[in-house]
């Protein structure tokens, strides 16, 4: 396949506008799934279900699109989204198995699912069929660094979604006070792992199409961890007071 350039611009802009128009629409309230469902919406889905069907396509998209392209002789774009793939390979046939949450309504399911999608494309598209990257690339700082990050964001938000899956007893509903690993220092440690995930994936492809989905990723689930802090602080009168929303110390 050749790159459709004229698609990637649209939809990297696409993201962006998505970002900062959830953004402004969600300032007042947060996006109506988990903790933020406060009617219960007419049709849902068991979260398991949810989080299985509206993930998947980000991982079988870009898998897809590299067991149909020509191999490149440059394989570190192969390892990049291969990267981008292991993050939803994760999310798809661990975290959403494993997960004990709210039933999800279903419209959020059924736009986070074509969100997935089209961002799966985006991202595989781009890599195998846009991209230039020249070998020196692959041995750069910016890659070991991006890939550095992406990595240790990734551990932060696998580790910090296992304490909140483990906060419940079987058949609890009941919201506590998350501890343990950097939610000593903040109350969205899994928001803050997933972000520097993204940011680190950006800084390893340096491309329009990464940068947007960071960008996406820190507009969506920035304001909810700052949501979440409030939750706690306004819920537990002992919630602790040195801890922030999301960045350690800071915010
Ligand atoms: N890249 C992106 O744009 C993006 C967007 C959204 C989510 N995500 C990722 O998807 C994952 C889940 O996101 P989310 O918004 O669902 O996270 P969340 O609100 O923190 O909830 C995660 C799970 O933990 C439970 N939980 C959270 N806090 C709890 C507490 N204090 N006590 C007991 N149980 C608690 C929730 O139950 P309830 O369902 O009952 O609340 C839910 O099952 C995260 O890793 C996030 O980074 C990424």
């Not at 329009?208 to 009168?237: D, M, N, Q, W």
């Amino acid at each position: 396949m050749h790159c459709h350039q004229g698609l990637v611009s649209f939809l990297s802009c696409g993201l962006v506008l998505a970002g900062v128009w959830h953004l402004v629409y969600h300032r007042k309230s947060q996006s109506s799934y988990g903790r933020y469902m406060t009617c219960p919406p007419a049709r849902t889905v068991p979260a398991r279900l949810a989080w299985f069907l509206q993930e998947m396509p980000a991982f079988i998209i870009p898998l897809l699109l590299m067991l149909t392209t020509h191999k490149s002789t440059i394989m570190g774009k192969y390892l990049l989204l291969a990267t981008f793939c292991v993050h939803y390979f994760q999310r798809t046939f661990v975290y959403s198995l494993l997960m004990k949450g709210k039933p999800f309504p279903l419209s959020v399911m059924v736009t986070a699912g074509l969100f997935c999608s089209l961002n799966g494309f985006l991202q595989g598209h781009y890599l195998l069929h846009c991209a230039q990257f020249d070998d020196e690339w692959f041995t750069g700082y910016c890659f070991k660094i991006g890939l550095l990050l992406f990595y240790i964001g990734m551990a932060i938000n696998i580790h910090s979604d296992f304490i909140l899956r483990n906060l419940r007893k079987p058949k609890e509903v009941i919201y506590k006070i998350p501890t343990g690993g950097l939610f000593e220092y903040v109350s969205g440690a899994n928001y803050l792992g997933e972000i520097v995930e993204w940011f680190g994936y950006a800084v390893a492809t340096w491309s329009f199409p990464a940068l947007s989905f960071a960008l996406f990723t820190l507009c969506f689930i920035g304001p909810r961890a700052y949501y979440h802090h409030r939750f706690y602080l306004e819920k537990f009168k002992d919630y602790p007071k040195f801890r922030k929303a999301l960045v350690p110390f800071i915010f």
